[in-house]
C-alpha cells in the first residue's frame, strides 16, 4: 500500500503571527525562499482577520502576543480551521505553555532563536501531516495472519501495531484510521510497551 505524500510546498498557505518585525521579516523571506504561499499577521486578532479571508494551512505563531496571545490565536484558528498544522516560536517557554501545545496537538514547539533548520524540519513534517489519509484497509506482510490460537486481544494488538507502522509513528494518522480516538490509542499503546512491545 502507498503511504500518503506530503502536499506540494507551492499548495501550502503559511501564515506567520510575530510581533517582532525583524523577526517576521526574515521568517516571510525564509519561508518565501522555501517555495511557500506565504502571509504575516503582527497580532493574533489580524491573522484571525487575514484566516477568515482565505484559511491557510499552516501558521507559525508567537506564544507573547499583544492582546490575543499566541495559544488563544490558535484556539480560534482551530474553531474555522480544525486541521490548521501550528508550529509555535517563543522567547519565553514555560512548562505550561509546553504543556498547553501539546494539548492543541502542534507540530513544534521551538524557542527563539530557532535555528531555520529546525523551522525548515517542523514544515516538513506539517506538510506530511496535511497528507490525505489512506482509507483504513491494513497490509502487515509481516505479520501472520490471524489464526483460531490468536485470542481477539492479539489480534487487535497485530492490528492497531502494524497500522501505526504504516504512518510510520503518526499517531494522530494512525487514530483516524482505526476510527479510534488519540486518547484510545495511546492507552493501548501504553498498556503494550508495559507488556514489553516496541512501539
Known amino acids: ?91 519565553f517557554a514555560s512548562v505550561e505553555a509546553a504543556r498547553q501545545a501539546v494539548h492543541l496537538d502542534v507540530v513544534e514547539f521551538l524557542t527563539k532563536p530557532a535555528h531555520l533548520g529546525e523551522l525548515e524540519k517542523a514544515l516538513d513534517r506539517a506538510l506530511r501531516r496535511m497528507a490525505p489519509t489512506p482509507p483504513a484497509v491494513i497490509d502487515t506482510p509481516d505479520l501472520p495472519p490471524p489464526t483460531a490460537g490468536m485470542t481477539l486481544d492479539e489480534v487487535e494488538r497485530n492490528h492497531i501495531l502494524a497500522s501505526l507502522r504504516q504512518h510510520e509513528g503518526n499517531r494522530t494518522a494512525t487514530a483516524r484510521a482505526l476510527g479510534i480516538s488519540r486518547r484510545t490509542l495511546y492507552y493501548k499503546l501504553e498498556g503494550y510497551e508495559r507488556e514489553g512491545f516496541t512501539v
Open 1 to 91: 500500500m502507498t503511504l500518503p505524500q506530503p502536499k506540494p510546498v507551492a499548495e501550502a498557505r503559511v501564515l506567520v503571527v510575530e510581533d517582532e518585525s525583524r523577526m517576521r521579516d526574515l521568517l516571510v523571506r525564509a519561508l518565501a525562499g522555501w517555495g511557500f504561499a506565504v502571509a504575516s499577521a503582527r497580532s493574533g486578532e489580524e491573522a484571525l482577520r487575514l484566516n477568515d479571508q482565505d484559511p491557510f494551512d499552516i501558521v507559525i505563531l508567537d506564544l507573547n502576543l499583544p492582546g490575543l496571545d499566541g495559544m488563544a490565536t490558535l484556539r480560534k484558528l482551530r474553531e474555522s480551521v480544525p486541521h490548521v498544522q501550528a508550529i509555535v516560536l517563543t522567547g
